[in-house]
Nanobody, 121 residues
Framework: VQLVESGGGLVQAGGSLRLSCAAS????????MGWFRQAPGKERELVAT????????SYAGSVKGRFTISRDNAKNTVYLQMSSLKPEDTAVYYC???????????????WGQGTQVTVSS
């Protein structure tokens, strides 16, 4: 599975962005997906996960109520809608895929190259 993220950029605090993760190589419906982020000097951390069917989602406490993960298996794409963005959301955002849903980076086998999100105050 090849994953390509897009949609990152520079946004003011309080603004919104939608990240996309397009998959190729295999049907995305076979995989649980996760969004992770990594800020400079920090470890990669979970943002959100979604099951293969899209029926089960989970979020990090820091983004719950502001971010929404979703997927369109017909388009082989997973999304992360980010609202009420804060400067502390600034990071490189990565999507990841694996057969089973997990909450740790090591739980995921396939990774995209990342997309930068910068939130200015």
């Amino acid at each position: 599975v090849q994953l390509v993220e897009s949609g990152g950029g520079l946004v003011q605090a309080g603004g919104s962005l939608r990240l996309s993760c397009a998959a190729s190589g295999r049907a995305l419906s076979s995989y649980a997906m996760g969004w992770f982020r990594q800020a400079p000097g920090k470890e990669r951390e979970l943002v959100a996960t979604i099951s293969g069917s899209g029926g089960t989602t989970s979020y990090a406490g820091s983004v719950k109520g502001r971010f929404t993960i979703s997927r369109d298996n017909a388009k082989n794409t997973v999304y992360l809608q980010m609202s009420s963005l804060k400067p502390e959301d600034t990071a490189v955002y990565y999507c990841a895929a694996n057969q089973f849903r997990g909450s740790r980076p090591q739980d995921y086998y396939y990774w995209g190259q990342g997309t930068q999100v910068t939130v200015s105050s």
